[in-house]
């Protein structure tokens, strides 16, 4: 199968912190990798660096083939402008913790933005996309809604539709059910269940265990800036190669 998110040695410094020591990860088309680690352990700093969020100092970050942030030419690699890091970023859905909506905008409009405006894409064709992707999360009667009249639960659902309409390559989720109160964790979930199913490709930062367990394909263990180690839910969760593994597995059950 297709590998559609490469990480070949990549290290990353906020000042003195090493926050990135060196963190290699293959991710095949329509996988769904959940990364689990304690806080502080660079899951965030990660995910930025697969939207380019955050440059990588050395190694690299390819998707689907496609170097991010930098064209090769002979050994060196060149800092690509700002206009094609943007479109780079189109191909990369992101979910974040606190759903980012923009306020002002309806349902609807959010969820049109990028679509309308980077890619251009006409109104009507962009209209009956919006419909559909607000069907799939369940949402189709909330469209002219503004994002403050939903439930947290609902909020992020809208990120998730907004973050499909450019039909990504890959979508990255970081802890996107970790500001939900406990009773409207499922449905987002569900969602997230629905899109792997449906082939979706998705690196998913997440401390929901069950869901790991259920949908991943492979899980990544995280611990100060490194994988400790990776491997199938049934192997990572239940027979976990490290003690560090385990005591966080523990503390998070
Ligand atoms: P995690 O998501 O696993 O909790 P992060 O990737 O957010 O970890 O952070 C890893 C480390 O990098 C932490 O020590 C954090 O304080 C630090 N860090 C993250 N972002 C920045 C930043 N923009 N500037 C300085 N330090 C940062
Ligand atoms: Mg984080």
Do not use: C, W
């Not at 939903?150 to 390559?169: N, Y």
């Amino acid at each position: 199968m297709t590998t559609m998110v490469e990480l070949r040695d990549v290290h990353k410094h906020f000042g003195p912190l090493h926050v990135l020591r060196g963190v290699s990860l293959s991710v095949r088309q329509g996988e769904v990798a959940v990364i689990l680690g304690p806080s502080g352990s660079g899951k965030s700093t990660l995910l930025r660096t697969i939207n380019h969020l955050e440059k990588v100092e050395s190694g690299t970050v390819e998707i689907e083939g496609e170097l991010l942030g930098y064209r090769r030419s002979g050994d060196r690699l060149h800092e690509l402008h700002e206009r094609e890091i943007l479109r780079q970023r189109t191909r990369i859905g992101f979910v974040f913790q606190n759903f980012n909506l923009f306020p002002h905008l309806t349902v609807r409009q959010n969820v049109a933005e990028a679509p309308l405006s980077a890619q251009k894409r006409s109104r009507a064709e962009v209209g009956i996309l919006v419909t559909r992707l607000l069907d799939r999360v369940g949402l189709a009667d909330k469209a002219d809604a503004y994002p403050r009249t939903l439930s947290g639960g609902q909020q992020q659902r809208v990120a998730i539709a907004r973050a499909l309409a450019l039909e990504p390559k890959v979508v990255l989720f970081d802890e996107p059910t970790s500001a939900l109160d406990p009773e409207l964790v499922g449905e987002v979930l569900e969602v997230m269940k629905d899109l792997a199913r449906t082939g979706t490709t998705m690196l998913v930062v997440t401390h929901e265990i069950g869901f790991a367990r259920e949908v991943a394909d492979t899980v990544v263990f995280m611990d100060a800036g490194q994988i400790l180690e990776q491997g199938p839910p049934s192997q990572v969760l239940d027979d976990p190669l490290h003690e560090r593994t385990r005591a966080f597995i523990g503390k998070v059950l």
